[in-house]
């Protein structure tokens, strides 16, 4: 290492650094204008660096890059920061290139690469985590200036002082990390097979095209409001501040995430609720305006805003599988709903939108199978996002050496 580096020992064996003193920046493309994009050599978007960790293939922006253009072509180890955002702590988000035969490849402008001198204080594989974590975004928020829009500025980057453990450390950590990163993309992948699978499941059984051991009888075409009452939700006065609480659930579009809607974002008090049209637990909600067609069940009793027709069904239907029916209909709906700059399903419209019921019996037969689908799906997710936490959490306290790694751990090295 260069003596004219700024180092010390911070734990054991770890040193301190400047990022200018282990490296150099440039920039990104520089001179273009609209018609050269298209065609030609392919160049790293910001939003493959705001998207992924590292960058290794999958570049599919082209730029016209002429002999005599002085542009700056990317290297395997380069790391690339994200120079402007409406928000200062989206500014110098990173992504670092792991693929030795990339070929010829740019920079898109509003971004800048950064290119160690070598790879004797860091590895590119550990810059993939070390300039994602918290300790050091939070330094890149600190030094990003502005006021309506933040920038990073290249002067106050190159001061950004870092801890670094020894390669060797470095190496172990990786290790870790990819373990968490691998488990993270198998759960992925098995959730997108159960998706996948739900998805064939409703297309089939929601629509009569397979049916269920023991069940034959006609489908009927029924209008929605002939499966139950349609109430239209409403908006107590945001002026009246007493109308707002924390005793009764108001649902929004917000408020969609699942199956069911078992809280609300905002809330009613008792004054406001019986300004409210309420409807009880096992109520469908569907939201008819702009997000048209997003269905939940409300889990208990609530209230809802103008945007949201409810379905109280009569003894003859079952709530989960009108929500699935729902679902699955959801480009009838966006056709009901017809373009414009506001799409929206006035009540009198939602109530004549047929569409197509088994019996009670099979409608509850079908429902159990996609809700234990749906509670496989919630399953791994959770599961997912308990280890996407135990990673930040490792990545966070490794790269700072609050955890420290075995020397015994093996490594792919």
């Known amino acids: 290492m260069k003596n004219n580096q700024s180092q010390k020992n911070i734990?054991?064996?770890?040193?301190?650094?400047?990022?200018?003193d282990i490296g150099n920046s440039y920039s990104g493309l520089t001179g273009k204008n609209k018609e050269d994009f298209g065609f030609g050599k392919p160049f790293i978007s910001y939003m493959n660096?705001?998207?992924?960790?590292?960058?290794?293939?999958?570049?599919?922006?082209?730029?016209?890059?002429?002999?005599?253009?002085n542009q700056n072509q990317v290297k395997y180890g380069d790391i690339f920061f994200t120079t402007s955002s409406e928000?200062?702590?989206?500014?110098?988000?990173?992504?670092?290139?792991?693929?030795?035969?990339?070929?010829?490849?740019?920079l898109n402008s509003f971004c800048f690469g950064f290119r160690l001198h070598n790879f004797n204080i860091l590895l590119p594989e550990?810059?993939?985590?070390?300039?994602?974590?918290?300790?050091?975004?939070?330094?890149?928020?600190?030094?990003?200036?502005?006021?309506?829009?933040?920038?990073?500025?290249?002067?106050?980057?190159?001061?950004?002082?870092?801890?670094l453990p020894p390669l060797p450390e470095q190496d172990r950590i990786v290790s870790v990390l990819e373990a968490w990163d691998k488990a993270i993309e198998n759960l992925n992948k098995k959730i997108e097979v159960k998706k996948q699978?739900?998805?064939?499941?409703?297309?089939?059984?929601?629509?009569?095209?397979?049916?269920?051991?023991?069940?034959?009888?006609?489908?009927?075409?029924?209008?929605?409001?002939?499966?139950?009452?349609?109430?239209?939700?409403?908006?107590?006065?945001?002026?009246?501040?007493?109308?707002?609480?924390?005793?009764?659930?108001?649902?929004?579009?917000?408020?969609?995430?699942?199956?069911?809607i078992e809280d609300t974002e905002i809330k009613l008090s008792e004054s406001g609720k019986s300004v409210s049209r309420v409807v009880?637990?096992?109520?469908?909600?569907?939201?008819?305006?702009?997000?048209?067609?997003?269905?939940?069940?409300?889990?208990?009793?609530?209230?809802?805003?103008?945007?949201?027709?409810?379905?109280?069904?009569?003894?003859?239907?079952?709530?989960?599988?009108?929500?699935?029916?729902?679902?699955?209909?959801f480009h009838k709906l966006k056709e009901v709903a017809g373009g414009g700059a506001l799409a929206m399903i006035s009540k009198g419209v939602f109530e004549k939108i047929k569409l197509n019921f088994p019996s009670?019996?099979?409608?509850?037969?079908?429902?159990?199978?996609?809700?234990?689908s749906d509670k496989e799906i919630t399953e791994l997710q959770n599961k997912l996002s308990i280890i996407k936490n135990q990673k930040k959490y490792l990545l966070d306290n490794l790269i700072t050496g609050t955890i420290r790694t075995p020397e015994t751990l093996s490594t792919k090295s």
């Open 360 to 372: 009670l019996e099979e409608q509850t037969a079908i429902a159990n199978i996609l809700t234990t």
């Open 280 to 329: 009880p637990s096992g109520s469908v909600l569907v939201t008819c305006i702009a997000s048209i067609g997003k269905n939940a069940i409300a889990k208990r009793s609530m209230s809802f805003n103008q945007q949201i027709n409810a379905i109280i069904p009569n003894k003859k239907h079952n709530s989960e599988f009108i929500y699935y029916l729902i679902e699955n209909s």
């Open 87 to 106: 928000t200062p702590d989206e500014v110098g988000i990173s992504s670092v290139l792991l693929n030795k035969n990339i070929g010829k490849v740019y």
């Open 11 to 20: 734990l054991n064996g770890w040193n301190q650094v400047k990022l200018g």
């Open 197 to 260: 699978i739900k998805k064939g499941l409703m297309q089939d059984l929601l629509t009569g095209k397979k049916r269920l051991s023991g069940f034959n009888e006609k489908w009927e075409i029924l209008a929605i409001g002939s499966i139950g009452q349609v109430v239209t939700g409403n908006t107590p006065s945001k002026r009246v501040s007493s109308y707002y609480g924390n005793e009764f659930l108001w649902a929004t579009a917000l408020d969609f995430n699942g199956v069911y």
């Open 126 to 163: 550990y810059s993939k985590y070390f300039f994602r974590a918290k300790p050091f975004r939070d330094k890149m928020a600190i030094i990003a200036q502005g006021a309506i829009r933040f920038n990073l500025s290249k002067k106050y980057f190159n001061e950004v002082k870092l801890n």
């Open 49 to 69: 660096i705001y998207i992924n960790w590292e960058i290794n293939s999958n570049i599919n922006d082209l730029v016209n890059i002429k002999d005599n253009d």
